[in-house]
Structure formats: C-alpha cells, structure tokens
C-alpha cells in the first residue's frame, strides 16, 4: 500500500546524499518532496501541514546542523515524525478486571467488520483467552450466517440467536450475550454490529443503544484503508456521535496510496491499534507506529519478522536443527530436515511478505513480487517423490533415480538436479554459519569467521610466522596452537562462546538502541 510513498520518499533522501552540511535551500528542496509524496499517497492536508512545519523546524536546528551525517540526521527527523502522526507508542486492548470483556465493532458496511470479528477472535485465542463472537448485524442479508462461518474457521465461540436478514432486535441479542458468556464461561465479547453504505441516523442511534446496552471496554472504529480522504471524514462522524477508543484498519494489502493510516490517528486523536494485511484470518496483527514508520522508509520490519518466527519455530525443534548443522559438515542435515525448515517459514506466510520486512528489501521490490509461491510447492512435491533413504543421503541419486523422482513430481530431470545441487550448497554455508566460520563470500564481521580477504590475511601472517628454533620453546608454542584451536571448536553459533549465552559478549554502542 505504501510502495508509491516510499518511492518518492527514497529519491527525496538520495538527493542529500554525500552533502557535507545543508543549506536552507536543500531543506526547503527535501520539505517540498516530502510534502509532494504525502499528498500523493492521499494523506490529510492538515496532516501534511503539520508534518512539514515540524520536519523544517527540527531539520534547521542544531541536531542537523551540528550532526557528523546531516543526511542521516534528516532521515531520522522524520521517521520519528512519521511515528509521531501514526499515533506514537503502540496501543494495547484494555481488559476489564471482571470478565467478560466487551469489545464493539464500528463501522460502515463494507469495511470488513464480519471477518475481521473471526480474526480478532484468532487473535485473541492465540494470546490466551476464549473469545466469543456476537451477531448484532441483524440487518445485511446472511451476515449472521457468515458470522458463523468465520467463527467456525478460528475455532472460537459465537452467539447468534436471531436469524437476521432484517428480523430480530440488535440491542438485546448485545445485552443477552454478556450474561451468556458469563455463564459459559468465555472471558472476551466481540460485538459485530450493523453498518450501513453512508453516514445516517438509524446507524447512529443503533450503534448508540448498543453501546448504551453492554458497556464496552473497548469501541473499535473498523475502517477501509482503501477509501481514502472519506476514512478520516467517516471516522470523525463516528467520533461524534457514538464515540470510539481505537481504530482497526482493514485491507492494508490494498493497492490503495495508503493515506488514511497516516491521517487517520493525528485527525480523530484515537489510536490504529490493529491492521489487517490480508485476506486469511491469520493476516491481522497489532498496529506497531514505530515499525510501520520503518516500512514505510524501507528500512523493514524485523522486529515483526522475529516475532513471527518465534509463533512458528519451537525453541526445542531450533536447537535440534543447530545441532546437525553443526554436526561435521552438518551431514546430519537431510532433506527431510530440510522440508521440514521449509514448511514451518510457509507457516509464517507469503515469502514475499516476508522478504518485504527484511531491511533494504524496498529496493527489490520488483523481484519480490515476481516470487512464484508455487516454487516451494513444487520443491516439496520433488522431495517427497524421493525413497527415505534418498533424502538422508542424497549422494546416492543418480540419472535413473532423478528420472523417476521427476516423473513422481511431475517436473523436469534437471529440476531434480538442481535442487539437491542447491541443498549441498545451502548445507554448506548453513553449517559454516552454524560453526562460527561466518557466510562464505561475505566481507569479516565481528564475531562471525572472516571472508576471502580475511582469510587470505590470515594465511599471510601464518606464512610469515617462523616456529622457534628452541625444542622447548616450539613445544609451548605448539600446545597453546592447540588450545586455541580446541577453544575455536567448543565456540557456538555465530562465533559467540559456548556456556552461559551472552554472558562475555557486549554488543557495539550504536546497536543497543535497538535492544530497547
């Protein structure tokens, strides 16, 4: 959704590359592109005043001026604003200390308020709690039957008494739910309620009792990011006359410019606290300002990307894997371990979703989207064609063998050839990495084995080094070779010591400000 406006953003920050100092000229140049690209992506001119007043502000005063990097600097400057209109620190749900916890869903028809009830029901059942889900849009042709549905495929709770299609009373199936959930034992009320094409006064005043009626913890605004300018005039009607304490932003995956997200919290003062990014129900999330502001500066989103590997990977089955790949050569590893790796990151979700989170992917964009998600598919389909006994040990697959296993996966001889050619190669530089020897071709790092470079360095000083002349000298020399070496091998992953984890190791100066 906010590939146009990170774009445009990109070459405005290309410009300032490699400039010593900025003048007043370059910083009325870069406000003006800034300003340009916002208005682009639809985001609210009072917004965009704002944000460009602070930019200039900030950007002319002592923290650019005075900066090693005035670039950098002003790259900063607004990604901290742009944190700051999406609302700044994350919003969490606000939990009643009695169960149950109401929660009510606003909105227009349209917005996606039905499925995204079975999705925060999701949501909440994988943090813990056993949501049930309330059907108080009476009016929407099958909307109470698709309710069902949708709370059927997250495995959570619904209460649907009425029929619907324009037959029962909204406002007591909302009241006659809290006591049903009391009694059945469920700790969160999801409340999905009527909307309808525009703002009205029946839609007002049914959404007002509703309110009136259960008492809600939390009133969520369930807003269209596809719309445009007409989210925030939506959310600023809704504002006024029922009143809500966050907002839930639906289709971000859109192909929309995305302006709404951007304008939507600074106008109405209400906070995005969740988004949904696509059409499973698996695709929704809390809203986190600060890694949305890094997205959109494609900078990524990594601290998203840990935190799905850490739902998908157990921490026993990881250590499992670290073991074989550390093992000699990591022989250990097989295809089967290999299908297995490659099957839990499908969990996690579209590759390309995934690669888009990864810092400086922005400028590859293209290539990702142009990812074939079937490849993985029909990666599987060849290694499941092959014998038990071929995927421990795939040395053994020779031009019959690859023949008969394309046949069974219904690929080419020369796929088969490739992708175990591809599995040497990725077992190779896994288990190197796994040993500490660092990634092969890749310049030294700290801590991480060293590349070509280093290593030719390395053999330089060995070269150079004569051995003493003295038996008893030499030997010394010898066993503290030998010692080092055993050390070296006892290391863990990523070249950090074995035992305690952590325990010796400090990270540089300019990486704890991530660490929080």
């Not at 609302?87 to 227009?108: C, H, Y």
């Not at 005043?205 to 269209?224: K, N, S, T, W």
């Not at 990702?368 to 014998?387: C, P």
């Not at 990634?439 to 053999?459: D, E, I, L, T």
Request: proline share 4%; with cysteine; charged share 25%.
């Amino acid at each position: 959704m906010f590939d146009t406006l990170s774009d445009r953003l990109a070459a405005t920050f290309k410009n300032l590359r490699g400039k010593g100092r900025l003048s007043e000229a370059d910083i009325d140049a870069t406000a003006r592109e800034i300003r340009i690209a916002l208005l682009e992506a639809d985001v609210a001119l009072p917004v965009v005043r704002e944000f460009i007043k602070q930019v200039k502000t900030r950007a002319q005063g002592a923290e650019v001026s005075k900066a090693l990097n005035p670039a950098q600097q002003v790259v900063k400057i607004v990604n901290e604003e742009l944190v700051g209109i999406l609302g700044g620190e994350t919003r969490r749900l606000r939990f009643a200390k009695t169960a149950p916890t109401v929660i009510m869903l606003a909105g227009l028809q349209g917005a996606g308020k039905t499925t995204l009830a079975g999705k925060l029901g999701l949501w909440l059942k994988a943090q813990g709690h056993s949501p049930l889900l309330v059907a108080c849009d009476l009016q929407r042709p099958n909307a109470v039957n698709q309710l069902s549905v949708v709370a059927e495929r997250a495995g959570v709770g619904v209460y649907a008494p009425q029929p619907g299609n324009g037959v029962g009373d909204p406002v007591q199936v909302a009241k006659d739910s809290v006591e049903y959930a009391r009694t059945k034992q469920y700790d969160v009320v999801v409340v999905d309620t009527a909307g309808r094409l525009g703002i009205d006064r029946e839609l007002m005043e049914q959404a007002a009792d509703i309110r009136d009626a259960v008492g809600p913890d939390e009133v969520l605004f369930v807003v269209d990011a596809m719309i445009g300018q007409d989210a925030v005039n939506t959310a600023e009607a809704f504002r006024d006359g029922v009143g809500f304490d966050g907002v839930v932003l639906s289709k971000l995956d859109g192909d929309a410019r995305g302006g709404a997200a951007l304008s939507i919290a600074h106008v109405t003062g209400k906070q995005i606290m969740f988004a949904s990014n696509g059409e499973k129900l698996d695709e929704f999330d809390a809203f986190h300002p600060d890694r949305m502001a890094s997205r959109i500066l494609g900078m990524g989103d990594m601290l998203s990307l840990i935190e799905k590997a850490e739902q998908t990977f157990s921490q026993e089955e990881a250590a499992k894997m670290a073991s074989k790949l550390a093992s000699s050569k990591g022989k250990e590893f097989t295809l089967d371990d290999f299908l297995a790796q490659m099957e839990q990151v499908r969990k996690m979700g579209s590759i390309s979703k995934l690669l888009g989170m990864l810092p400086g992917m922005a400028q590859m964009k293209d290539q990702i989207n142009n990812i074939d998600e079937r490849d993985v598919d029909r990666t599987a389909a060849i290694i499941k064609s092959m014998t038990p006994g071929e995927r421990q040990d795939p040395t053994v697959i020779n031009g019959s063998r690859r023949a008969r296993i394309a046949r069974g996966s219904g690929v080419e001889v020369s796929a088969v050839k490739n992708l175990v050619e591809r599995f040497f190669e990725a077992r190779k530089m896994m288990s190197r990495m796994a040993q500490g020897g660092g990634m092969p071709g890749m310049p030294g790092m700290p801590g991480m084995g060293g590349g070509p470079g280093r290593q030719k360095k390395q053999q330089k000083q060995a070269k150079g080094k004569r051995k003493s002349g003295n038996p008893m000298k030499r030997k010394a020399e010898e066993a503290a070779a030998a010692a080092r070496r055993e050390e070296a091998q006892q290391g863990g992953a990523f070249g950090l010591p074995a035992g305690e984890p952590g325990k010796d190791f400090e990270l540089p100066d300019e990486f704890k400000k991530f660490m929080g």
